[in-house]
């Protein structure tokens, strides 16, 4: 029988959310009845104030298959109404050539939101099982003449089926995984050169349940994507592959602590001038499944050196997708030799023409005390060393929904793309130490958030 239609596998299936949905890491490569991109642009160069043929463009790729097996968990939460389909919990049967939810031609529908969880766009894939299909973002903005309106605005994407896109239950499941490259733009002209990749950062793709819609504007496990009478802004939370930000006991003053990694904050080394040059940012990126407004403005945060010092700083999180430019404070002790920050790219600076409210937050955050290490080595391992040090910050993010009802109510995905720079050491002759003489800064692989867990604030 198919699951959906089981009683008693649902009842189990809710007692399970309830008891076994305790808080965890982001979790992916999992089928979903519908996928989260949490973050999506395009942008024909990186900085508006210095122009180059240095681009950013999203590809977001989708596989269908033909059958997904009973044991697979989360499918058993993420594609409740379309696996497992050749048998119960109870009762698994054999694996079929075909499952008959996933088999039929079908479409995948793609809907873009702005920050504040505004439809902007959408558009339709047609996939067949066993199938591959991708979406390049860039391309998809410069074919339909989007160029003016889109070019370095940045959203989210909802992927749905064609069943879930009209308010049904989802009528097949799909993987989707993303990127973010950065690189050279083929072709002087934005309009038509597309982005070559040259290096690339990995966007966490949240998969999720798509149950029949019923008047609700409330996702929940069951249903976890909400199309129907939304006028296209669809409401979306990762209930149970992301980071759960309630604890549903209804005492709404719970605090979720997820932890965000750190590019190098601090860099002592060799020649003087060259400290600051070495404190790179850091993109933070937060996805929450709400606009916080001001309960996640102003929001403390602890910043934490590789030797457990700490300062404390504040950040504000207000939107449904937030971007943070985090820069080191270069005015502060040693830091204030010369002051110098790094460019920000023009999806943080640059506002939404639709809501005239800046696209991300460029943010200079303190720098935890250190001590300095002189560098007097001939082989330039502590240099090296040292080079590699980073951090992280410690985000506390309030509940904003928690009604007692003992299941996931709220989740958010958070991830940072700590910058990475090629140097290259050469012997300083006056002194015989190890200097910097040639620094390249180049996006570095994506690090999840650490999610800690749900903490009481009850008396």
């Not at 990694?261 to 080394?269: A, D, H």
């Not at 001939?378 to 410690?394: N, R, S």
Request: charged fraction near 15%.
């Amino acid at each position: 029988m198919n699951f959906k239609k089981t009683a008693i596998a649902a009842g189990m299936f809710t007692a399970l959310a309830a008891t076994s949905m305790s808080a965890h890491a982001v979790r992916e490569t999992e089928a979903g009845e519908a996928n989260l991109v949490p973050f999506v642009l395009w942008s024909s160069s990186v900085f508006d104030n210095n122009p180059t043929i240095f681009g950013i463009n999203t590809v977001i790729k989708l596989t269908v298959p033909m059958s997904v097996g009973n044991d697979v968990i989360p499918n058993f939460y993420t594609a409740i109404h379309t696996s497992p389909t050749n048998g119960t919990i109870n009762k698994p049967g054999k694996q079929k050539p075909a499952d008959p939810d996933l088999v039929p031609s079908n479409t995948v529908h793609w809907y873009f939101m702005d920050q504040t969880s505004v439809h902007r766009l959408n558009g339709t894939i047609d996939v067949t099982p066993e199938d591959v299909a991708v979406l390049d973002w860039g391309a998809f903005v410069r074919k339909n003449g989007k160029q003016g309106e889109f070019d370095g605005f940045p959203g989210y994407m909802v992927l749905v089926t064609e069943a879930g896109a009209g308010g049904d239950d989802a009528d097949f499941s799909f993987f989707a995984e993303a990127w973010m490259f950065a690189g050279v733009r083929a072709g002087a002209n934005p309009d038509t050169g597309g982005v070559i990749g040259i290096v690339d950062a990995k966007i966490p793709v949240m998969p999720m349940s798509d149950g029949a819609d019923n008047g609700s504007k409330k996702p929940t496990v069951e249903n976890s994507v909400i199309e129907a009478g939304v006028n296209q802004s669809v409401i979306a939370s990762p209930l149970v592959a992301g980071i759960r930000t309630n604890w549903s006991d209804g005492n709404g003053s719970d605090v979720t602590v997820v932890d965000l990694t750190l590019g190098n904050r601090n860099v002592p080394i060799g020649n003087a001038n060259l400290i600051n040059a070495l404190q790179v940012p850091t993109l933070l990126v937060v996805w929450n499944d709400r606009n916080a407004g001001g309960k996640w403005s102003g929001l403390g945060v602890d910043i934490y050196n590789d030797k457990e010092e700490k300062c404390s700083d504040s950040i504000d999180l207000p939107y449904q997708l937030n971007l943070v430019w985090a820069q080191t404070d270069v005015t502060a002790g040693k830091n204030a030799q010369i002051p110098f920050a790094w460019p920000v790219p023009k999806f943080i600076y640059g506002k939404n023409p639709y809501t005239g409210k800046p696209f991300g937050l460029d943010k200079i955050f303190c720098v935890p005390p250190y001590q300095a290490t002189p560098v007097t080595d001939p082989d330039g391992a502590i240099a090296l060393e040292q080079l590699l040090q980073g951090g992280f910050m410690k985000l506390y993010l309030p509940e904003l929904i928690d009604t007692g009802i003992g299941a996931p109510e709220s989740a958010a995905v958070a991830w940072s793309v700590p910058l990475q720079y090629f140097v290259t050491l050469e012997t300083d002759p006056a002194t015989g130490d190890w200097v910097p003489t040639d620094i390249s800064l180049i996006p570095f692989e994506t690090a999840l958030g650490h999610d800690r867990g749900l903490f009481s604030q009850a008396p």
